[in-house]
């Protein structure tokens, strides 16, 4: 099983829709080395990352 | 037009939204609004060209930030009320021809971190009450759009179902000590028969209850988890997982991606403390009861709230175990 405590930072962009009145948010992610798919192979999670970043631009 | 109009005989608000009528309607994938805006084509609602996951105002709110004055006059049992609130669309993925049980475990996480970002700044607006996250997923459960997609309306108020959810948490709470929600998960466990899938922060299972007949629940074990805020990193990465094992056993069950509504149940946003008394679960409720037969919701249902299953949650748990067994997710 691969290191689970790794989780991939958010990043959030906000901008006006077309219509000049929506808004509309684009969110991307800035993937940590390890497979997250490896990191549940067995279903189960390791313990949490206190160190866990969360960038909302 | 649009406003809350109050249904005295049942207790609850009526949203009216009459520009739905005009909304769009099962769009060709070349004029879909939800795919990336492709170089010289016509524009969807995403002007650009690629994204991982997007959210947005609904064209064709419910529930709107700056809502109208309502149009019509109420009564003292009939009262009217503006319909404030937010709606927004959240698209899963930029593949038209996806869904969200196809989707990698890590983008399902993603997913995740997007809905706790919008349950968090949706829920942190004065005049939300409740912020419901959902997806329609499939012709026969009416969708307008095929691109894999979910909904989050933020109402001005608690809806019906998760007031009455409450109310019984509470009654249980006085009568027991005890969290409703985990004394159900903790005897589905127990019992085993309606398992589909555990992991150390979720259980998966057909209710004893269940009123479809392959209705899943999703609950958090871990007491205090009542929305994504609660959330650590094992709990996003362990719901990501079981939802992934769920989506795929009912794609499996006949060979077919299988409709279903996904309701995700969280806690009220209107300041109180409900840790006592609830828990984050996530229902399902597919149309279909066998291959080529749906489950309507008819005169008992509709008429009077009474549902009947014509099947047995055991035998229908079982069925999807074999499915998750043969979609080999682990």
């Not at chain 1, 006006?16 to 067995?42: L, V």
């Not at chain 2, 929600?181 to 899938?197: K, N, Q, S, T």
């Amino acid at each position: 099983m691969a290191n689970a405590e790794k989780e991939d930072v958010m990043h959030k962009r906000e901008t006006i829709m077309a219509d000049g009145r929506r808004k509309m948010y684009y969110f991307t992610f800035d993937e940590q080395a390890d497979e997250a798919d490896e990191k549940s192979g067995n279903g189960t999670a390791a313990k949490e990352d206190s160190s866990e970043e969360k960038t909302n631009e | 037009m649009s406003e809350l109009r109050w249904h005295p005989l049942v207790g609850q608000w009526v949203i009216t939204a009459t520009e739905r009528q005009e909304r769009t309607f099962l769009p060709p994938k070349d004029f879909c609004p939800l795919c990336p805006t492709k170089p010289g084509a016509f524009p969807s609602e995403v002007s650009e060209a690629d994204y991982d996951v997007v959210t947005f105002e609904n064209k064709f709110p419910s529930l709107r930030p700056n809502p109208p004055v309502p149009a019509i006059a109420g009564t003292d049992f009939e009262p009217v009320a503006p319909a404030g609130g937010v709606c927004e669309v959240v698209c899963y993925t930029p593949n038209h021809e996806s869904t969200l049980a196809e989707q990698p475990i890590r983008r399902i996480e993603h997913l995740i971190q997007v809905w706790t970002d919008r349950f968090q700044v949706l829920g942190d607006r004065p005049e939300v009450k409740y912020v419901f996250q959902f997806e329609n997923k499939g012709k026969e459960i009416g969708v307008t759009m095929f691109h894999p997609h979910g909904q989050i309306y933020a109402y001005p108020f608690i809806p019906p179902i998760i007031e009455r959810e409450l109310d019984q948490a509470r009654k249980h709470r006085a009568e027991t000590g005890r969290n409703l929600l985990l004394d159900i998960v903790a005897g589905e466990v127990a019992d085993g028969r309606r398992i589909i899938a555990q992991n150390d922060s979720f259980a998966a299972y057909i209710p004893f209850f269940a009123r479809y007949p392959y209705e899943v629940h999703i609950t958090a074990k871990r007491p205090g988890t009542t929305s994504f805020s609660e959330f650590t990193v094992a709990d996003r990465i362990n719901l990501a997982v079981i939802l992934k094992q769920i989506l795929a056993a009912y794609d499996k069950l006949w060979d077919f991606s299988l409709p279903y509504i996904m309701s995700i149940h969280q806690r009220p946003t209107d300041g109180q403390d409900y840790a006592d008394i609830y828990q984050f679960h996530i229902e399902f409720y597919p149309p279909y009861r066998t291959k080529d037969k749906l489950k309507y919701l008819a005169g008992s249902e509709a008429g009077v709230g009474a549902y009947i299953n014509d099947t047995l949650a055991e035998e229908k748990a079982e069925d999807l175990r074999n499915a998750l067994a043969k979609a080999k997710i682990f």
